[in-house]
């Protein structure tokens, strides 16, 4: 039987590629910790076996943002204008005696016991979504770590902050030629005297202390606040007043802390202290990792950290440690049974 | 500001070609709700895209005023793409404009939108809840809920439809699984058809029974922080109806402006809960509702959706707001070759049942062939062996000869082989694959359901049940009625594979055979030290230590083989959210705990085992280069390729539970207007009848039909059943 098709010859259209959406957080910033995390986590889809990384960060900021939520009374209109629990500080031995009557309440089936704090409310119901993500506290001293800095936090900053808070996890993005970059901020704060765009700050919540934090980690968290910065001119037309990082990390201690910590904020001005270069570099830089991820994603070639360039916390709950040689000041680590 | 003249020009310029009068007509069109009735090929998706620029760039709306729903992500993003790309040519062709920002436009699936919005207005009850995607529904409502402990025979009886492989005559109830499987699709159901509870409650007997059963799922789901994809429609549902959600639609100053424009696409598949949605999305008036769609098309009733959304849009807009919708159909169709449009045209007016009142959308037109095909090759040919068993063999042997052979085509990514099931199995795609296979035709099907006889996956599996039953108790697992359970025969699978891998010349497995050895040596101590209590470990830690070893660090290397890898640990974290996979100890210390193991067997691997699990899809792109593309009608939506293979012509769709459902929750829907009375079978015929136009209507060049006689004669395949007709006028090769 003859082909009916012969002669015919169908052009191979190339089918139009979708530009590739990269966050600054989960995508650069991991990427540029380690490039093996990065493939294996974001790329390949690996599901980690603990997020227990990920709970310490994600309660202080799903906490702090139902304390914004509550001053604005975005739930319930009646707690409008007010800081939660007027900044009240339990003890740890009063959290932990909460901590204990739920556990029993839950051993002998009987009604948990009311929280004794807003506080403690949104912070357990917070933990209970947390539950159902997989993301749980790795023993009870990160519980109460957790909820001691969100209690200093809340009657030290809130008072005077909470009132000048405009908008929580502010979305923005940048619409490149190769890719689309994004990234979330967590607070947009106003000047109380003038709501102009220009007049405003961008303040980033990062739960870790400042002290001790890498040279390479500090850098990037900065360039991070400067492509922020920029994000926010492509959006508003104008830079932010001020981008400030938050460590909160550094409000931890024995007792509430009356005045903010030396190095709990890390302020950049970028009016007078900033110039366009330092934004182009921090941009610049950013794209350049983009261009790494895509050189990795092509070769499908994800080369780990180098010893020093990631702190051995990252490696010690990394899940690909096994067979790494980072970890370790670069010595591996011993495989454990099972 | 742009006029609208010089917006046309513009885009004309980009694209690279002019609207045609009826594409203008739906981009142009003021205020209101617009109907757009788009058959195949059409150019919905320009269209949809341009009118939604056009909004921003000619009307001035505010980008954030406007919500656009797509069916999937990808195509989500592909809008957004054409959507940038279109708005960088308006600039540069008038550069004085200055610069617009959408990315404020909420672009996404419905799905993706609603928890979007629901978590930017931190609804209460929404937030930080894990969505459930469908293994983790399946597993929350078998480890959770009552329904599936509800073990009447006469409860089940009335919802056998929603049970599969099941029937009451045995006098037994279905067991576990297959309930929690039927639970799953009645309460999806109940929540996308918007049910009234009290009126199924009032109905009795069953109906009150599972309305009960319904209310303790959703409990179960708040207070677990849990909510599936049907009730994430329901919670926004609920946020639209409160001040907070009045908030997002007027707006409120320095927050959001108010919604003004949505704009939907496939709106042929949407379910009654969506419908409303887009109705109170759209109260304000004027009522700028943009549904696109063409009902032809509808293919998603087992997911919930209703073709009565489309047919009756203008219905739903005068019972909501008393105003009747314009209605624009985009009849030229730019995809396939004149004869192709010509047969499927034919194909779905020559059905007397797809003419009835409400089945169709008023006023269907035929599509109007513009392509421009080359004329002198057939556009509809027949390859029609005389024994079903060659149909693999003659299919592979046209693409490899007549397609690639002759020089037809140039990548096998231009043709498509499109069934009803691409699972690799003897009645599905099975003899396809083996007959590509066999010429060495390389094969994209991630729907085979093919994960879990991969060798990389089997051995993964085969160490952790090495580990954790080294004395093998799944051999001795029974059923209640003493029968072997059916998930036994892949597990000792399983275990095989992981035995020829270490018995095998193919790797260095010292590393692997030792780390079993010495885990089973620390699990036994383990065991005693941590009596009745857990041993601090979890099998995804497990699975992450026996990764870093041969032969999986190799299989690593594979980009396949890695992608299925990372699946089981995202399996394994699935059944993690449920606390389950942190080992425990039997309280007299001797091994596992065995209901740990009975939960891992029964409830996790049984599912896995019964369902058949997917392989990745590529997110990025429709097919890779270099693979013949295998896919299920469905996956086929909205997409096009020179050549398109339809096979499986001989068998009809089963009625199945969504067909019955629809018809036996037509008492307690909250219908806003009354939908044409159809039985189970005939919706089901009508089914299959709009799945092979989906099918027939995909091809560029040439649409090939692959099925004997006796397949064409048995079924819909042919226009009007007119096996003779067909016979006479489509060329068999």
Redesign the interface.
């Known amino acids: 039987m003859t082909n009916p098709f012969q002669g015919l010859s169908v052009p191979l259209t190339a089918s139009a590629s979708i530009k590739r959406r990269y966050s600054v957080t989960q995508d650069v910033v991991s990427y540029r910790r380690c490039a093996r995390q990065y493939g294996a986590f974001n790329v390949h889809n690996y599901a980690p076996a603990h997020q227990t990384q990920l709970y310490f960060g994600t309660v202080l900021h799903q906490v702090l943002d139902r304390c914004h939520g509550h001053f604005q009374g975005l739930v319930n209109s009646s707690t409008k204008g007010q800081v939660p629990d007027q900044g009240r500080v339990l003890s740890d031995a009063e959290l932990q005696q909460h901590f204990a009557d739920i556990r029993n309440a839950i051993d002998n089936g009987q009604p948990q016991p009311a929280p004794p704090t807003d506080l403690v409310r949104y912070f357990l119901e917070v933990e209970q979504g947390l539950r159902s993500q997989g993301i749980r506290a790795i023993t009870p001293d990160l519980r109460l770590k957790a909820l001691r800095i969100i209690q200093y936090f809340n009657a030290l900053e809130g008072p005077e902050l909470y009132a000048r808070v405009r908008d929580t996890e502010l979305r923005l993005q940048a619409d490149r030629q190769s890719h689309i970059l994004h990234g979330v901020v967590d607070l947009l704060v106003e000047n109380p005297n003038n709501a102009d765009p220009s007049e405003c700050e961008i303040w980033d919540y990062k739960g870790m202390s400042r002290v001790g934090l890498l040279r390479a980690d500090l850098q990037t968290y900065l360039f991070q606040m400067r492509v922020y910065a920029h994000l926010y001119e492509l959006k508003f037309g104008v830079l932010p007043k001020r981008v400030v990082l938050y460590f909160l990390g550094e409000l931890d201690g024995d007792r509430a802390p009356h005045t903010r910590p030396a190095n709990a904020t890390l302020e950049l001005a970028i009016h007078n202290g900033m110039s366009s270069n330092e934004i182009g570099e921090a941009m610049q830089a950013f794209a350049d990792t983009v261009k790494e991820i895509e050189t990795s994603r092509a070769q499908d070639h994800w080369p780990a950290a180098s010893p020093g360039e990631i702190s051995e916390q990252d490696c010690a709950i990394c899940d690909l440690r096994w067979d790494c040689a980072t970890p370790n000041g670069g010595q591996g680590v011993a495989l454990r049974y099972p | 500001m742009i006029n609208l003249t010089d917006f046309h020009q513009a885009l004309d310029q980009a694209r690279g070609y002019p609207l045609n009068g009826q594409q203008r007509q739906a981009v142009d069109f003021g205020t209101g709700p617009l109907w757009i009735i788009a058959g195949p090929g059409s150019g919905k998706s320009e269209v949809l895209a341009t009118r939604a620029l056009k909004l921003i760039c000619v009307d001035r709306v505010e980008p954030r005023s406007i919500l656009l729903t797509t069916f999937t992500k990808?195509a989500a993003?592909?809008l957004?793409?054409r959507l940038?790309a279109y708005l960088l040519a308006l600039q540069r062709a008038q550069p004085a404009r200055g610069s617009l920002?959408i990315?404020d436009m909420r672009v996404g699936t419905l799905h993706a939108l609603c928890n979007d919005i629901l978590q930017?207005?931190?609804f209460?009850g929404y937030?930080?809840?894990?969505l459930l995607e469908d293994l983790e529904q399946h597993l929350f409502v078998y480890k959770h809920t009552a329904i599936v402990d509800h073990t009447d025979l006469a409860f089940w009886t009335k919802f056998d439809y929603a049970v599969t492989r099941w029937s009451p005559n045995g006098g037994y109830p279905p067991n576990k699984w297959a309930r929690a499987k039927a639970a799953v699709i009645l309460f999806n159901h109940i929540a996308e058809d918007l049910v009234d509870l009290a009126r199924m409650r009032a109905a009795g007997g069953h109906w009150a029974t599972l309305a009960d059963l319904y209310v303790d799922y959703e409990a179960t789901l708040r207070d677990?922080?849990?909510c599936d994809y049907a009730h994430l429609q329901q919670r926004f549902w609920e946020f639209l109806q409160v001040p907070?959600g009045q908030g997002f639609l007027n707006g409120s100053p320095?927050?959001n402006p108010p919604l003004t424009h949505v704009l939907v696409d496939e709106y042929q598949d949407t379910n009654p809960i969506q419908e409303r949605i887009y109705l109170a999305l759209a109260q304000q008036a004027p009522h700028n509702l943009t549904v696109v769609g063409d009902d032809d098309q509808a293919l998603y009733r087992f997911r919930g959706g209703t073709v009565a959304c489309m047919v009756n849009f203008d219905q739903a807009c005068q019972v909501t707001w008393g105003v009747a919708p314009q209605q624009v159909p985009l009849t030229d169709n730019y995809r396939s070759h004149d004869e192709v449009v010509q047969f499927f045209n034919g194909y779905i007016r020559s059905f007397t049942e797809m003419n009835q009142p409400g089945v169709r959308a008023p006023n269907k037109q035929d599509m109007v062939p513009q392509a421009g095909r080359?004329a002198?090759?057939?556009g509809v040919?027949w390859i029609s062996p005389r024994r079903a068993g060659d149909l693999g063999h003659a299919v592979a042997d046209f693409i490899q000869?007549?397609?690639m052979g002759?020089?037809?085509?140039?990548?096998w990514s231009?043709c498509v082989i499109l069934l009803r099931s691409v699972q690799d199995t003897p009645r599905n795609a099975g003899p396809y694959i083996q007959a590509l296979a066999d010429r060495g035709i390389p094969v994209y099907n991630p729907r085979s359901r093919s994960f879990l006889d991969s060798e990389e996956v089997q051995c993964l599996l085969g160490v952790l049940i090495r580990?954790l039953d080294p004395a093998q108790s799944y051999m001795s697992a029974a059923t209640p009625n003493g029968q072997p359970p059916f998930w036994q025969a892949s597990i000792a699978g399983w275990c095989d594979a992981l035995d020829q891998v270490l018995t095998g010349n193919a790797h260095d497995t010292t590393a692997l055979d030792d780390?079993i050895h010495?885990?089973?040596?620390?699990?036994a101590q383990e065991y005693q030290r941590h009596a009745g209590r857990f041993l601090g470990?979890?099998l995804?830690?497990?699975?992450?230590?026996v990764?870093?070893?041969e032969p999986f660090?190799t299989w690593r290397q594979d980009?396949n083989r890695?992608?299925r890898?990372?699946?089981v640990?995202?399996l394994?974290?699935s059944y993690?959210?449920f606390?389950l996979d942190t080992l425990r100890a039997e309280p007299d210390g001797s091994q596992v705990a065995q209901n740990f193991l009975g939960q891992l067997y029964w409830m996790f691997f049984g599912y896995l085992i019964a369902s058949g699990v997917d392989d990745?899809e590529d997110d990025?792109?429709?097919v890779p280069p270099g693979y013949l593309p295998m896919m299920t009608i469905h996956q086929a939506k909205g997409l096009e390729f020179?050549?398109v293979i339809v096979g499986h012509l001989g068998s009809s769709g089963r009625i199945g539970a969504s067909q019955a459902l629809e018809v036996e929750l037509a008492p307690f829907r909250q219908d806003l207007y009354p939908r044409a009375a159809r039985t189970p079978d005939l919706l089901a015929l009508e089914d299959d009848i709009r799945l092979l136009y989906v099918a027939y209507s995909r091809a560029?060049?040439?649409l090939v039909l692959a099925g004997t006689q006796a397949q064409v004669k048995s079924h819909v395949a042919a226009p009007g059943r007119d096996y003779t007709g067909f016979r006479r006028t489509v060329?068999t090769?």
Do not use: C, W
Request: charged share 30%; net charge positive.
């Open positions: 990808k993003r592909n957004e793409d940038a920002d990315s930017e207005f931190r209460p937030q930080n809840v894990r677990r922080y849990r907070m320095d927050k080359p002198a090759h057939p040919v000869q007549d397609l002759a020089g037809v085509i140039s990548d231009q580990l780390y010495r885990s089973l040596a620390a699990l470990v979890t995804t830690e497990i699975l992450y230590r990764l870093a070893l660090r980009p890695n992608l890898l990372s699946k640990t995202r394994f974290e993690h959210s606390n990745d990025e792109v429709i020179p050549f560029e060049y040439a060329r090769i």
